[in-house]
């Protein structure tokens, strides 16, 4: 049931493709899903919008998400997603330019799994993604379905 | 026999007046003996009749009544005047005391021919005197109290009219009892139209607000006195005020009516300003924020392609190429950390501080053994003074302890035998810590471009830095009320002398 895929939630451009590039490089073939604002990011998981007919159950394994998006941003995202009985367990990655405290704090308040600030140099941007794809596909144990 | 019985009968009736009366009595002859003495003379004089009479009233209980005044009074005054009311006498007595007497003397011819006796009235008045004494010095007193009482009034006025506060005060009916000069110059209001008035009906009922009619009826009533009750108003001459409002509620002695004192601090400038402090303090964290999150991002994507570009297009890139590109990535670096030491430089200033005893010397050293981990080349000697002390905030003052022995390890990396100290010193008769190097050191010139942000006086070719550092450790000591200077040479070394609060 579970594809072991990944949600990359991400407007910018240029950092979905380094990611892309990124996880490439690191032969991470997990089929990746990019939402572009936290609003497709909640169609996704809810199977409803775009998505209608998606089965919902098929969850991804890990959530990739950046903080500052169009429309609703991750922070709300992140609320939804805890707050939903059918992806409260869902592994989330904040994945994000600012290390500012004030997002730190309200990120694990939300019940983030984890929070990565995105490295300028591009080396250390593939080895962080390295590192992710390595933990959250291969080392953690997914919630199972219900 | 008759004439006898007569006159026994009125001796009876004499002596028995003379011994009813309160007032000590004695009769003399004209020889100045006792004749007759009254009982309240024994009890007050505390003599006995056998020692009493047929005694000369001078040798009276062993001379005590030898006075010169009633020597005057016996001997010279009552001959002539055969009467005499109220002739005070004061003396000392053995075993009374000193005592005051008002005497009263009738001198008494017994018809012609007849011997002459002389009745002496004596009235202790000497508790009347210390009472009348008494409520002299109490009369004087209370005139001194008087006296004060109005220096106090007119002091209280004149510390009415000079406090810049509005201040007026209320009697308990809440009509307006005094008013400061202030008050009427602030609220453009007229004696004639304040005083006596309800408080809330001055000025075209301008002062009928709800949160004072609060203050006045609900609040003062039970507590008394209150402080700093915040009132914004829109009055129609003055505009829209904030006001500090401080009550007291003065009970005035058992019975009198209390009254109500209320001072008045305009704060409607102060309020502005602090609202504008806040905006831009939001403003520069929001700005901070952005900054965080949008300013890095395209770096990254810099960074990212020119990478991508290395990697992919290897084949088609000469030496040159690729060095360019590698130049296009290390100016990205650069970038990114100049945007953090920003960041980090800007919350410096914006996190709350939490200020305790430091140990300055074991901060010192935990910097030094990090220092010496992330850089195994480092070649300096440290010498750090034991037992230095401060107060301030932990996290801050190690931000700035360490920039300083940063760039004081920095600065003298190029010298053989590098020392670095950190100790204390008194200097213009304050305790300065200080962080002392021998190397480069700086020209005296650029002293004052040393604090700037992004202000650097060595080229990055030489030392590298962003320019953050120094800027960020004035910040902190600024923060802590302290201040920081530097004594520098060229190729003499440096001397950063910082200021801070003593650990008490």
Known sequence: MNSKHILLVEDNPSDVKLTKRALEQNRITNKLIVAEDGQEALDYLFAIGRYAGRDARDLPSVVLMDLKLPRIDGLEVLKEIRANEHTKRIPVVILTSSDQEQDLIASYDLGANSYIRKPVDFHQFTEAVRNLGLYWLLLNEPPPVV | ?504
């Open chain 2, 1 to 504: 026999m008759a004439v006898k019985k007569n006159a026994t009968e009125s001796q009876e009736y004499a002596e028995s007046i003379v011994n009813t009366v309160r007032e000590p009595l004695i009769v003399l002859d004209q020889n100045l003996r006792v004749v007759m003495a009254s009982r309240s003379f024994y009890d007050v004089f505390k003599v006995k009749p056998e020692e009493t009479v047929g005694q000369l009233i001078y040798d009276l209980g062993n001379k005590q009544w030898d006075i010169p005044k009633l020597r005057e009074l016996l001997e010279t005054i009552l001959p002539e005047k055969a009467t005499l009311d109220n002739f005070e006498v004061e003396h000392d007595f053995a075993d009374i005391g000193r005592r005051t007497m008002l005497l009263n003397a009738r001198q008494i011819e017994q018809g012609i021919g007849k011997k002459r006796i002389i009745l002496l009235a004596i009235e202790d008045i000497t508790v009347r005197k210390e009472i009348e004494s008494g409520l002299e010095k109490t009369r004087k007193e209370l005139a001194v109290i008087k006296i004060a009482a109005d220096e106090v009034s007119e002091f209280a006025e004149s510390v009415i009219n000079t406090v810049r506060e509005p201040l007026i005060s209320l009697d308990q009916d809440l009509r307006v009892v005094t008013v400061s000069r202030s008050f009427y110059e602030f609220f453009k209001v007229k004696p004639e139209e304040t005083v006596g008035q309800l408080i809330y009906d001055l000025g075209n009922k301008q002062w009928d607000i709800p949160k004072l009619r609060e203050l006045l009826e609900t609040i003062l009533p039970e507590k008394a006195t209150f402080d700093n009750f915040e009132v914004e108003h829109d009055f129609a001459d003055i505009g829209r005020r904030t006001m500090l409002l401080n009550a007291r509620q003065i009970e005035q002695r058992t019975g009198k009516e209390r009254i109500i004192l209320l001072a008045i601090e305009d704060i409607t400038a102060r309020k502005e300003i602090e609202n504008n402090l806040k905006k831009a303090h939001e403003e520069l964290e929001s700005f901070a924020y952005s900054v965080s999150h949008d300013l890095r991002a395209p770096l990254r994507g810099i960074d990212g392609w020119s990478l991508a570009l290395l990697e992919d297009f290897k084949d088609k890139l000469d030496e040159q190429g690729r060095e360019y590109i590698d130049r296009v990535r290390s100016e990205t670096q650069i970038m990114g950390r100049l945007i953090d030491d920003l960041l980090t430089f800007s919350r410096q200033s914006r996190i709350e501080m939490n200020q305790q005893p430091l140990d300055m010397t074991a901060m010192a050293q935990s910097i030094i053994s990090r220092l010496r981990l992330q850089n195994p080349a480092l070649q300096a000697d440290f010498i750090i003074q034991p037992g230095l002390t401060a107060l301030g905030d932990f996290g801050l003052i190690e931000i700035a302890l360490k920039n300083l022995l940063d760039n004081a390890a920095k600065f003298s990396s190029r010298n053989s035998g590098a020392i670095i100290e950190f100790g204390q010193v008194e200097k213009e008769g304050k305790k300065s810590f200080f962080v002392r190097d021998n190397g480069v050191g700086f020209d005296m010139a650029y002293a004052n471009k040393l604090f700037g942000v992004f202000r650097r006086l060595h080229k990055t070719s030489e030392f590298p830095g962003t320019g953050i550092g120094l800027a960020s450790v004035q910040r902190i000591i600024n923060r802590h009320g302290g201040y920081i200077r530097a004594e520098a040479q060229v190729n003499a070394g440096a001397t950063f002398y910082f200021t801070l609060k003593e650990a008490t």
